[in-house]
């Protein structure tokens, strides 16, 4: 089916299309092939499909085309060149086959299909041994089939009149375009004549499913004349005779040639190599998954992605032929090859001009600026294919690097635009050493901020509500701007009790701006909004009335909320309403007088957060919540705002790194805060590398080949050696932790 989407059953009832579809053909298939009174109707076998058995009966043009792009097989290239649309929406079907094209007939292979091909056929044989099967047995029609389709798969990229599906027509095409001499083609036309005639005879007469020659002979004989030939013996003879002619034209045609003797990646691009001599040569270059590797190298020499069709010209393609050698050497000196060429491949093969791309590839400062990026993050690689004019600007004006530019909402598809490009600005300017690991997280936040204002402005413009008396408050990293790539934004919404406008209208606006902030676009969304720290969480309403607010502050708000406030911001809104939040939620934070066990009360709190981490076995490390992570840095800078705040205003509001610099300078246990500055940045830049290379939003560390890649790019270590080092910072960050807090209340 084209798109994914919903459609409404008979009863009222949504089903998406996946449901829909693959219901849909359980019953069609079904409905063929089950037995009635007067048999059935064919048999069904939907076993080529995607993934075989265990795969959907139905998927979208998408789903096809990633899982053959990604996954496919030589056998399923060979299976595809036969396949035509006979039921629906046939145009729809032949637009499906168009897309499979560079797939089925690419214009380059990095191992010669023969050597495969022939190893197929070679395990069917190994299948029948010992039976006369005219269809799998050496020189039978799958022979026959193999070297069609082994011809068309090797010459269908650059010559569309071999890309037929009925096996005599191909036969009649590759003799005409003198692929197979005219003696091959008239063997092979009546040997598939003569077999597929005896394979229907035989079938026939026993009315059952068979291709093995009957054993007695008067089977045989009867067989014989319904063939139109006398006697058994002839019709051996001439089954023999066939067998023989086909095999010969088989091993002719799937023979290879000599192999190459050098082993590099020129010898791959200029050379069809077998398939063991590929791997070996990427394996020399410290790829780990070589198939996936001579898929990428294809897609950079031929250009051609099922999901952006391109058929690169000779100039292009000796663009690249020319800086693949320097391309590779470099590639294998990255922390993970298999990670770098996979990234490299999706931008490059993007970019509208492939000619002049591999020309600045050449390079020096311009490869090494992308092989950089893609050795490290393939979510900003993503987003330079996804924005090619950001990588040609990074070529011609490396300016563009240093300079934010405003959000101009207009859309919410241009908010997320506006939001996507600066993300990816920010966090270029900290992997190409420009910013550090919290200025960054500072432009994030601003970006973050700046669309909060336009979409807040925009909505109050709609309704005819500029000045309404509301303001927009951060909280958590957000509120401390300190956030990382696909953060959650902690809100709250607070109104002035003296409005002339009705709690009703300045809801519904605060509820049309979260919704904006949730709307997913073609191009994702801008944040998710988390409002729930406001009081009485979710279920109250989103805007909270100010004077409402600073009563519940003073009897009833609780000491985590207080730890909590300490990282309130304004963002935006009414600047008169924020003033007074501000002033209520100081005197509630720094003024009241803390209860005497309050320490106590938030490492209590601390563990009890500690137990909501997702895995709580000692095999796994929550970088966030587990114990010794990074909550256990943030409560000790908070119970320290809490411990002066009162008298000493310059900790208000602060970061974490600014407060445990502050830190540094009242604090005795200098090495305490050493080791936390230290591993607050470890913590935060693994963060950053699950966010930007493994693409995973969570804080749990992850294991084997993940754990591998992360640690190579976080300090070119191995897997082990990371994992170590995080369970023996969080060991000692809990140690120091809890005997902090013993100290803090006695400091002044």
């Known amino acids: ?50 993934e075989s058995g265990a795969g959907p009966l139905a998927r979208s043009l998408q789903s096809y085309l990633l ?120 063997t092979m036309r009546t040997s598939y004549i003569f077999f597929r005639t005896l394979e229907h005879r035989l079938q026939t007469m026993l009315n059952t499913q068979i291709h093995s020659m009957p054993q007695d002979r008067k089977t045989q004989a009867t067989l014989a004349k319904r063939m139109g030939l006398h006697t058994a013996d002839e ?6 005779m066939h067998l023989v002619s086909v095999r010969k034209i088989f091993e002719s045609v799937l023979s290879l040639g000599p192999k190459p003797a050098e082993k590099t990646i020129a010898a791959i691009i200029h050379h069809s190599t077998d398939e063991k001599t590929t791997a070996s040569v990427l ?54 090859p298999d990670l770098t060429l996979q990234s490299l491949t999706g931008l490059l093969t993007s970019q509208k001009f492939p000619e002049q791309t591999y020309k600045q590839v050449e390079e020096k400062n311009f490869r090494r600026l992308v092989i950089t990026i893609c050795s490290v993050s393939p979510r900003f690689a993503k987003s330079l294919a996804r924005y090619p004019l950001v990588l040609e600007t990074l070529s011609t004006d490396p300016q563009w ?24 600005r920010a966090g270029l300017r900290h992997l190409l050493g420009i910013a550090t690991l919290d200025e ?99 279920n109250a309403p989103l805007v909270v009335d100010r004077t409402a607010y ?31 939040v501000e002033k209520d939620v ?48 943030e409560f000790f800078v908070q119970m320290l705002q809490l411990q002066f705040g009162k008298h000493n205003t310059t900790v208000r509001g602060k970061r974490t790194l600014d407060l445990l610099e502050h830190a540094a300078k009242v604090f005795p246990a200098a090495e305490t805060v050493s080791l936390f500055t230290s591993s607050y940045n470890t913590y935060r830049r693994v963060e950053f590398l699950m966010r930007v290379t493994l693409e995973e939003k969570g804080t749990l560390l992850p294991e084997e080949e993940k754990l591998e890649v992360l640690a190579k790019c976080f300090d070119g270590s191995t897997g082990d050696v990371l994992r170590a080092h995080i369970s023996d910072t969080m060991m000692n960050v809990r140690g120091r932790f809890l005997n902090a807090a013993r100290i803090i209340p006695t400091l002044r």
């Open 1 to 50: 089916y084209k798109d994914e989407g919903e459609i409404e059953n008979r009863d009222g009832r949504l089903s998406t299309h996946h449901e829909y579809f693959n219901k849909f053909m359980e019953k069609l298939v079904q409905n063929l092939s089950q037995p009635s009174a007067e048999g059935h109707l064919y048999r069904v076998d939907t076993r080529l499909r995607p």
């Open 67 to 186: 899982y053959y792009e990604s996954r496919g097989e030589l056998w399923e290239r060979q299976m595809l060149i036969k396949a035509r649309p006979i039921a629906g929406d046939i145009s729809f079907g032949d637009e499906f086959l168009s897309r499979l094209k560079p797939f089925v007939f690419p214009k380059t292979f990095f191992h010669n299909p023969a050597e495969s091909v022939a190893r197929i056929k070679a395990r069917i044989e190994a299948m029948v041994a010992g039976e006369e099967n005219i269809k799998l047995r050496a020189g039978g029609i799958r022979d026959i089939e193999f070297i069609v389709q082994t011809l068309q798969l090797l010459n269908g990229g650059r010559n569309p009149r071999v890309r037929v599906s009925n096996t005599l027509s191909a036969i009649d095409r590759l003799c005409e375009e003198r692929l197979l001499t005219s003696d091959e083609a008239d």
């Open 235 to 240: 019709l051996l003879r001439h089954v023999d």
């Open 283 to 336: 394996e020399n270059y410290g790829f780990q998954d070589t198939r996936r590797a001579a898929r990428n190298l294809s897609a950079l020499l031929a250009g051609t992605s099922i999901t952006q069709p391109r058929d690169l010209d000779i100039r292009s393609r000796e663009a690249f032929r020319s800086v693949a050698g320097t391309l590779f050497d470099e590639i294998a000196k990255t922390p993970s």
């Open 401 to 424: 690097l240093e300079t934010a530019a405003g959000a101009k909402l207009e859309s919410v598809d241009r908010a997320v635009d506006f939001k996507n490009q600066q993300e990816l």
């Open 440 to 538: 960054m997280t500072s432009e994030l936040s601003d970006q973050a901020d700046a669309v909060m204002r336009e979409v807040l402005a925009d909505e109050q413009r709609k309704e005819e509500l500029d000045g309404a008396p509301l303001a927009i408050f951060a909280l958590g990293k957000y509120g401390t701007r300190e956030i990382n790539f696909d953060a959650d934004l902690d809100v709250i919404f607070i109104s002035d009790e003296g409005a002339k406008t009705t709690s009703d209208t300045l809801e519904k606006l605060a509820t049309r701006v979260v919704g904006l902030f949730s709307k997913v676009t073609e191009k994702g969304k801008l944040y998710d909004i988390d409002a729930r720290l406001r009081p009485e969480g979710k």
């Open 550 to 580: 600073a009563s519940y502050l003073r009897s009833r708000a609780s000491l985590w909320e207080r730890q909590s406030l300490t990282r309130l911001r304004f963002v935006c809104g009414d600047e008169g309403v924020a003033r007074k």
């Open 586 to 633: 100081e005197n509630f934070v720094y003024e009241t007088p803390l209860p005497s066990d309050w320490v106590d009360r938030i490492v209590g709190m601390r563990r009890k957060i500690e137990t909501r981490s997702r895995i709580r076995s000692s095999g796994y490390f929550d970088l966030k919540l587990g114990a010794g992570g990074l909550v256990d840095i």
